[in-house]
Nanobody
Framework: QVQLVELGGGSVQTGGSLTLSCRAS??????????MGWFRQAPGKPREGVGL???????SYLGSVKGRFTISRDNAKNTLYLQMDSLQPADTAMYYC?????????????????WGQGTQVTVSS
C-alpha cells in the first residue's frame, strides 16, 4: 500500500521560509522511477501544481513560485522536498505530495495516482 507522508508545514510571516518533505513507502517499483509533484489548494480554489520533478530530476514550476521554490528528491531516502523561500500570503494553502507515471508530470493533478494527506502552510502579512 502506497503511503506519502508530508511534514514541515506551519505558520510563517511574509518573506519567511519553510521546507516540506514527503516520505514515500509501499511503491511497487523503485521510488526513483516515479514522477513526483507538490500541489496546493487554498479554500475555494482549484488544486494547482506547484513543482514537478521527473525520475532524472528535470523540474517544472508554477509561474508564481519560480525563483522562490525548489523541488528536489533524495532517492536513497525515498523522500521528496519542497524548499519555499520568500513566502507570500498568496502561498497560504494545503500542500500535497503526489506520485505517478509520466502523466503526473505532463497532466498535473489528474495524472497523479497517489496522494498524501496534506500539510498546511500559512503565511501572514
Amino acid at each position: 500500500q502506497v503511503q506519502l507522508v508530508e511534514l514541515g508545514g506551519g505558520s510563517v510571516q511574509t518573506g519567511g521560509s519553510l521546507t516540506l518533505s514527503c516520505r514515500a513507502s509501499g511503491f511497487a517499483a523503485p521510488f526513483s522511477s516515479y514522477y513526483m509533484g507538490w500541489f496546493r489548494q487554498a479554500p475555494g480554489k482549484p488544486r494547482e501544481g506547484v513543482g514537478l520533478i521527473t525520475p532524472i530530476s528535470a523540474t517544472s514550476y508554477l509561474g508564481s513560485v519560480k525563483g522562490r521554490f525548489t523541488i528536489s528528491r533524495d532517492n536513497a531516502k525515498n523522500t521528496l522536498y519542497l524548499q519555499m523561500d520568500s513566502l507570500q500570503p498568496a502561498d497560504t494553502a494545503m500542500y500535497y505530495c503526489a506520485a505517478g507515471g509520466s502523466d503526473c508530470y505532463v497532466r498535473g493533478a489528474s495524472g497523479c495516482s497517489d496522494w498524501g494527506q496534506g500539510t498546511q502552510v500559512t503565511v501572514s502579512s
